[in-house]
């Protein structure tokens, strides 16, 4: 069974930078598409990003439109790590943010039903 743990959220200034780091154990990591979700107080979550795989080491990333320019995902299949190097941080980026795995044969990116497995969580805080 997948698990994964987040880690590197915390407290910064807006315009700064924090990197999210996912850990993955169980399965196979390569084949996986990985991506992010994050949730605001009060709010519902929101689609962050996916790294869709399609064959082999073939990775198409995909963004929402609130981080598109500002955030990168990347992955290391020897370590089974999922990145989230976030940049030009502004106060709306204030939530938790989500490690998720997508579902085999999903054919939607921001559904979050289309997400089976999901990290506990790590609170990122962009002060203004």
């Known amino acids: 069974q997948v698990q994964l743990v987040e880690s590197g959220g915390g407290l910064v200034q807006a315009g700064g930078s924090l990197r999210l780091s996912c850990a993955a154990s169980g399965g196979t990591f390569r084949q996986y598409s990985m991506g992010w979700f994050r949730q605001a107080p009060g709010k519902a979550r929101e689609f962050v990003g996916v790294?869709?795989?399609?064959?082999?080491?073939?990775?198409?990333?995909y963004y929402g439109d609130a981080v598109k320019g500002r955030f990168i995902m990347s992955r290391d299949n020897t370590k089974n790590a999922l990145y989230l190097q976030m940049n030009s941080l502004k106060p709306e980026d204030t939530a938790v943010y989500y490690c998720?795995?997508?579902?085999?044969?999903?054919?939607?990116?921001?559904?979050?039903?289309?997400?089976?497995?999901w990290g506990q969580g790590t609170q990122v805080t962009v002060s203004s």
């Open positions: 790294l869709v795989w399609y064959d082999a080491n073939t990775y198409t990333a």
């Open positions: 998720v795995k997508r579902r085999f044969g999903s054919t939607s990116m921001i559904g979050q039903n289309e997400y089976d497995v």
